[in-house]
């Protein structure tokens, strides 16, 4: 015959399962946090190439921002910060750094980590014009 569990311990689990819930809720998010600034670094790297390209074939500062821009769909374009520098003329590097300030998107994350995180990444290219 099988006998019922003693009555203290019928409501274990359920007071585990309450105990662990918010715990695991807060993992859940900020894995998703991560992905997320994993995507953002890797558009803010890709606005850096594209900027670098651009500002290795022609010297308009608007061509070089509207590239970075371009190359980073993800991103709010008011929140890039685009620099660059030159060195010399033609077969002389030229150097783009690209600043992203990148808010926290996932809710309960941002009280944990701050609001934002700030993203740069930076290229370097021969500049193929004289």
């Known amino acids: 015959m ?6 203290s311990s019928r409501g274990s689990a359920a007071v585990e399962f309450a105990l662990v819930l918010p715990l695991v809720f807060a993992v ?3 894995l998703v946090q991560v992905g997320v600034l994993a995507r953002d670094r890797a558009l803010v790297e890709a606005a850096a190439r594209a900027a ?3 500002a290795a074939v022609e010297p308009d500062e608007t061509a070089i921002h509207d590239a970075a ?5 993800g991103l709010d374009a008011s929140s890039l910060t685009i620099g660059v520098a030159r060195a010399g003329g033609q077969g002389e590097p ?6 992203y300030e990148d808010p926290m998107r ?3 994350i941002g ?8 993203l740069d990444a930076s290229a370097v290219m021969r500049q193929e014009y004289g």
């Open 28 to 30: 859940t998010l900020g």
């Open 2 to 7: 099988h006998n019922p569990p003693e009555r």
């Open 106 to 108: 996932v809710p309960f």
């Open 94 to 99: 030229v150097t783009v750094s690209v600043g």
């Open 52 to 54: 670098a390209r651009a």
């Open 111 to 118: 009280w944990l980590v701050g609001t934002s995180v700030q």
């Open 69 to 73: 821009v371009a190359a980073a769909p």
